[in-house]
């Protein structure tokens, strides 16, 4: 008995091939198992998921950030309202500051598949009895921040949660340096001793930019 071989006709270009040598190429030789995603709250795909207390208190400083941006920009009301417009530009920028903050969270919270809550942001305190009571209340108010900042490190450390160390390490450093230059600005404002002529200069160093903290690095 002869065999089959595939073979080209010597009339046209097709080759012909044994209908037991066919075979689907549409369908695989091993059936492949469903890959199953987690997701989160949202539906998002999620990588790896986060402990509840971490959650939570991501969710916290979020809203810790937005409490932050109004209070920084009622005090910048309180400094428009009395003709010092360098603190008061210079506290609105510190307002838009603490809202990307709050932004910056919030996308993470979204990159971790995450849904971001939102609480209600409480009328900030809008009067005070003198400029150095505004600005200590800031230093506070960074103080705060600093403080929640902390927190949530140590307990992504405690998680051994490695995406939230790396996302906190720059804001960990960032928030230092506004702690510093909060009690800069503080310091510069008790040395000036509610005098007009001292609170005008130190007005325009923040109207020009130039209210930094000496640097002994050289």
């Known amino acids: 008995m002869f065999g089959f071989y595939p073979y080209l006709s010597p009339f046209c270009d097709v080759e012909l091939i044994h209908p037991s040598m066919r075979f689907d190429m549409t369908t695989s030789a091993t059936p492949q198992a469903t890959i199953a995603i987690p997701t989160g709250p949202a539906g998002r795909a999620m990588a790896e998921p986060m402990s509840a ?3 939570d208190l991501i969710q916290a400083h979020l809203n810790l950030e937005r409490q932050s941006a109004a209070a920084y920009f009622a005090a910048a009301i309180w400094f428009a309202e009395r003709e010092l417009t360098g603190f008061a530009e210079h506290l609105r920028d510190e307002a838009k500051q603490e809202e990307q903050h709050a932004a910056k ?3 993470y919270l979204i990159s971790r598949g995450q849904r971001p809550v939102l609480d209600t942001v409480e009328p900030p ?4 009895p003198d400029t150095e009571q505004v600005i200590a209340n800031v ?4 103080a705060d921040v600093t403080a929640s900042v902390l927190q949530l490190y140590g307990t992504a450390e405690q998680d051994l949660d490695r995406r ?3 996302f906190l390490d720059p ?3 960032d928030q230092r340096l506004s702690e510093h ?4 600005l503080l310091g510069r404002v008790k040395f000036a001793a509610a005098n007009p002529a001292a609170l005008m200069i130190i007005d325009a160093e923040l109207r020009e930019g130039e209210a930094e903290p000496a640097k002994l690095e050289a």
């Open 53 to 55: 207390e971490m959650l």
């Open 105 to 107: 969270f919030a996308d």
């Open 125 to 128: 305190r809008q009067q005070w």
């Open 139 to 142: 230093f506070r108010m960074e």
């Open 164 to 166: 939230t160390t790396v």
């Open 171 to 173: 804001i960990v450093d």
């Open 181 to 184: 230059e909060a009690a800069y």
